[in-house]
């Protein structure tokens, strides 16, 4: 049913209490995150920050998870109880749905219906391939029922019979299918039917995990609704699985149950995870950006662009004034999913990516990664294509006389072979292939970064870029020179960044509901009534939780609505004058005129999380060295930096920082320094 699996308890959460101060004195406090090549932990005792970075296990994460949890606990000399709290982040969701192995999933809808997802919306995913096809409905022709029921926008239509239910419930019995959604067409607005149904699902079919769109995503638009809650009930047995083994070894290991980020950028128990699939698909990426925007207020840059490029893939984010930035709605592989998440961007661009040549002869780069097996060519593990890190140790930006994080020794002539083999096949030598794969590679991100930047109105010349990830700080100056920025932040725990967000992230639970009031419906007393209703279930063992409340405005007839934060009890004279201040500030003009109408309400309940205020280094531990590195087309002598820099270090570029988990390249024209919490800010004399 809805509930968690058996081994999840619902009332066990992390064991930490929240305090208003959000700073954690004496507690020990653990995050894991998963990427698709490195798994990284963050163990944070008081303001000693310890690290790890292990190969991640992609047949079960949760291997590489406890692997990386004994490796950091060993380097802090602590054990598995000393940890007051465990956060993590995970790829399980994501890969599910991107190599479309989730459950088994059946859909209940209204009678007419049951195709919906395969009809679509009547846009076209590229403007100019017409022909272009849309993903694959997650749920088999043969697994879609309809019901014979119907509400309307003006309430019932057709009544739904006992009758009906109970022959729906033994066709599900016979389908074998694992899970369910159910999607009926006005369930938003009268949820009774569909109540109904999933609750007879459940009492009749107890192994069988069900969502109802009702409690999924009570909102208007079928289309995103549908596809919402199919992917909540694909994704929702998977998660529960990956999670009961995880909460065994954690409980073996006497560790504290964790709890997972969601895709909002908020924390949930194991338990809550568990029941709602949907809610974790950005798991990973919401780590990195929460942890981004905690070290760009804690540097004092609160206008942020962060960039964390993995060995798989990267993802950008802008942070305003601390914050990271959020949206209620995205596409994975041309697939809706309209819920709360950070507003991450993301192109198949990491330091595994794999170089290639295409039919007409252009050198590209991804989205095919080598992953962490056998993994880039360098690493001696079987690989024998070409990948951006292949590239990067040949220009000597990495050196085979440095370890990577995790342990990873790299052997520069299967390097030099493999992106030889592809030189051969471009016209180009190594040296001239190895910079046109770090220059293809770069021209992604860059394209990234424009999207969520210049193509939404933000200059990112105001902004400082904060780059991480294992990769992110290498290619961070290029990056910056491509958007004219002139300030890179570069934190000392870059490479396991995303671990330290899970370490800061709050607890937060999301809701909305579709409300379309209009007229004399928008009164005070009507918007205020409607928050209560959302916010009350919200603060259910959260009542110390802020309410944080976002309206959804547009004139009357109007296709779509723009966002806009208020109070529980807003005056809805005020909410029409931000309305059209955002209106006129997105679109150029405000409708004096125009009737107001509020489509939907959208109600968080956050606890906010620790603050962890790590310290550089006490004097730092950096070796001194030197090597050729190509810069602008020349080998120039290049310092080397490698441990961890000690506050008030300074150095100009050429120079390489070799940190205990990433590397960060800084060209000629570039200066360094050091801070009291071991971040490094760079500025470019070139650009500034």
């Known amino acids: 049913g809805r509930g968690p699996p058996p081994c999840l308890d619902d009332t066990q959460g992390s064991g930490l209490s929240l305090t208003p101060d959000r700073v954690y004195l004496g507690a020990m406090l653990l995050g894991v995150d998963v990427g698709g090549t490195f798994t990284d932990a963050a163990l944070l005792d008081g303001e000693r920050l310890h690290t790890a970075k292990v190969p991640s296990t992609p047949d079960d994460q949760s291997r590489g998870v406890i692997a990386a949890i004994d490796q950091v606990l060993d380097r802090a000399a602590a054990a598995p109880a000393d940890v007051d709290g465990f956060t993590h982040g995970m790829t399980v969701g994501t890969n599910a749905l991107l190599e479309e192995r989730g459950a088994r999933t059946a859909l209940v809808a209204t009678r007419g219906f049951a195709d919906l997802l395969e009809i679509g919306r009547q846009n076209r995913p590229r403007l100019y ?19 014979a ?120 128990t194991a338990a809550e995870a568990a029941r709602a699939g949907a809610w974790s698909v950005l798991s990973g990426p919401a780590g990195g950006a929460v942890g981004a925007a905690l070290l760009a207020w804690a540097s004092g840059d609160h206008d942020a662009i962060g960039i964390d490029m993995g060995g798989t893939s990267c993802d950008v984010c802008v942070v305003d004034a601390g914050e990271v930035r959020r949206t209620d709605s995205r596409e994975i592989e041309g697939r809706p999913i309209q819920l709360p998440m950070v507003d991450v961007h993301t192109v198949g661009a990491g330091g595994g990516s794999i170089a290639w040549r295409d039919a007409g002869g252009a050198l590209r780069v991804g989205p095919r990664s080598a992953g962490a097996e056998p993994g880039p060519a360098c690493y001696g593990r079987g690989g024998t294509e070409p990948t951006v890190t292949d590239a990067n140790l040949l220009l000597g930006f990495l050196s085979s006389d440095s370890d990577l994080a995790g342990g990873v020794a790299l052997a520069t002539d299967a390097a030099r072979q493999s992106i030889a083999a592809l030189g051969a096949k471009l016209g180009l030598d190594e040296t001239e292939t190895a910079e046109g794969i770090v220059r293809v590679a770069n021209q992604e991100m860059t394209r990234a970064l424009r999207v969520v930047t210049v193509e939404r109105g933000v200059d990112p010349r105001g902004y400082a870029l904060l780059p991480f990830g294992g990769a992110g700080p290498m290619h961070a100056a290029a990056l910056a020179a491509e958007l004219e920025i002139s300030r890179i932040v570069c934190p000392r725990a870059s490479g396991v960044l995303s671990a330290l967000g899970l370490i800061a992230a709050g607890h937060r639970r999301d809701t909305a509901r579709t409300v379309l009031l209009a007229g004399d419906q928008l009164s005070a007393e009507r918007i205020a009534g409607e928050v209560a209703a959302l916010s009350e279930p919200l603060r259910a063992g959260m009542e110390g939780a802020e309410i944080e409340v976002v309206y959804e405005l547009r004139y009357r007839g109007q296709a779509f609505e723009l966002p806009v934060p208020g109070p529980p009890e807003p005056d809805p004279a005020q909410l029409a004058e931000d309305f059209a201040a955002e209106h006129e500030a997105r679109y150029g003009y405000r409708d004096p005129e125009g009737e107001l109408e509020l489509v939907t309400i959208r109600v968080s309940a956050v606890e906010p999380g620790p603050e962890p205020r790590p310290r550089a280094a006490a004097g730092g531990n950096l070796v001194e060295g030197e090597r050729d590195a190509r810069f602008g087309g020349s080998w120039v002598g290049t310092r080397v930096l490698r441990g961890d820099p000690g506050a008030g270090v300074r150095a100009e570029g050429p120079c390489v920082f070799e940190l205990p988990e990433a590397t960060l390249v800084l060209p000629p024209g570039w200066t360094a320094s050091v801070d009291e919490t071991g971040t490094i800010t760079a500025d470019s004399r070139a650009t500034s």
């Open 129 to 147: 391939h017409p022909c272009r096809g849309r993903p694959r409905p997650l749920v088999d022709r043969e697994l879609r029922f309809e019901a």
């Open 149 to 268: 029921e119907r509400i309307g926008s003006a309430g019932l239509i057709e009544e739904l019979a006992d009758e009906e239910v109970d022959g729906l419930v033994e066709r599900l019995r016979a389908s074998g299918a694992e899970s369910i959604a159910v999607c009926l067409l006005f369930a938003f607005s009268d949820p009774s039917h569909e109540r109904h149904i999933a609750s007879a699902l459940r009492d009749a079919l107890p192994d069988v995990h069900v969502s109802a769109s009702h409690e999924v995503l009570p909102a208007f638009r079928e289309y995103e609704r549908f596809s919402t809650t199919v992917i909540d009930a694909y994704l929702s047995p998977l998660l529960g699985r990956y999670l009961t083994r995880l909460v065994e070894a954690c409980r073996d290991r006497a560790l504290p149950e964790p709890e997972l980020m969601r895709s909002s950028g908020g924390t949930a």
